[in-house]
């Protein structure tokens, strides 16, 4: 097939730091194009994914920093070079409705956020033209009104992640700088345990910066070192030594990149029981699931009791790059096949 890949135009393909988004587009490019597709990405000018690239700026915007009219541009630039396509995989919010000028074009989208007051309305009058995407199933079950043709895990290509034998002697956290992924949470529950801890995070907007200055800045010294916003070498560095990856979710996250990366390097999580959390991390087996802080304090003792072999093979089986681009190519035939107002059965493996 020849697919389109119409990613915001917020970050390069792939990120140099921090995206998670991003990351998994770079990773379903490349997955497409290594089971033979014929990709165009419709990205920025500084993308590297090594696939065909169309783009109108020569660099990212940048987050938080453009408007709708930059979002608008990109779009209109993409939908001019993606005619000839099977099938067109929209990431935008602005391309699915554009997309209605032209009806013989089948077009798919994913939501990567919560479905929330934002959101729900622009999904609810999208899904009944174009199939729209979920990235958990517990992502799904909060898409009132909305028909979610597939339920599809992100994935990783496991032999970009190292393995590591968590011999740091240190937890982790990765994210970014901010309340719901609560790295004070992570902070204090590793003092708690007696862990050192490594805190690296993305901090360029004003409210990361003010979120760091008056809950994390004050809490940092002796056994609590943040680190910055790391590049991928180094973030696999560190992540594949850590001896667990704590993230302390306190808001229902749609998915959770950072926690299968960190299984793909061997490395236990330890999170709350929020958004996605659960379907990623089997309690007990590949790290723990706990609500309470000090449940999460005692398990973070436990944390060497974990199977790190077992970490990695919990993405080998549930969260390849292989079975992610499996299940995409199987709802693009669908959508090329003129499907797209018909009922679409739910891709959703229902193996725990």
């Not at 032209?102 to 959101?119: I, K, S």
């Not at 005692?298 to 299940?327: W, Y």
């Amino acid at each position: 097939m020849r697919i389109a890949i119409v990613a915001p135009p917020w970050l390069p393909i792939p990120p140099p730091a921090y995206g998670g988004t991003e990351n998994l587009l770079d990773a379903l490019a490349r997955g497409l194009q290594g089971a033979g597709h014929d990709v165009l990405l419709c990205t920025t000018g500084d993308s590297t994914c090594p696939v065909g690239r169309t783009s109108v700026f020569d660099k990212a915007i940048g987050v938080g920093s453009g408007s709708s009219v930059d979002e608008i541009r990109h779009v209109l630039h993409a939908y001019e070079e993606i005619q000839d396509c099977d099938v067109v995989h929209d990431h935008t919010l602005v391309g699915p409705l554009y997309s209605a000028a032209f009806p013989d074009l089948p077009v798919v989208t994913t939501n990567h956020g919560p479905f929330n007051a934002e959101l729900i309305d622009l999904y609810r009058v999208l899904s009944d033209r174009v199939p729209v995407i979920a990235i958990s199933e517990h992502q799904a079950s909060t898409a009132r009104g909305v028909r979610i043709a597939a339920v599809i895990h992100h994935g990783v290509s496991l032999a970009d992640f190292p393995v590591g034998n968590g011999g740091g002697g240190y937890a982790m956290f990765l994210g970014r700088m901010h309340p719901g992924k609560a790295p004070h949470t992570a902070i204090a529950i590793a003092r708690e345990a007696g862990f050192s801890l490594k805190i690296a995070a993305k901090m360029n907007e004003p409210a990361e910066h003010a979120y760091f200055e008056a809950m994390v800045r004050p809490l940092l010294g002796g056994d609590v070192e943040y680190v910055g916003e790391l590049d991928r070498p180094s973030k696999l560095a560190l992540l594949s030594e850590a001896e667990c990856l704590l993230n302390p979710i306190a808001w229902p996250e749609p998915f959770g990149m950072v926690m299968i990366e960190a299984l793909a390097c061997g490395t236990p999580v330890i999170t709350t029981p929020f958004g996605a959390a659960p379907e990623i991390v089997r309690d007990g087996v590949v790290g723990y699931v706990r609500s309470d802080p000090a449940e999460l304090v005692a398990a973070l003792g436990h944390v060497r009791e974990i199977d790190r072999a077992a970490c990695r093979r919990r993405v080998e089986e549930r969260f390849s790059v292989e079975q992610m681009v499996a299940n995409h190519v199987e709802l693009y035939e669908q959508a090329a096949a003129g499907l797209l107002n018909e009922p679409f059965e739910m891709l959703v493996d229902d193996a725990a």
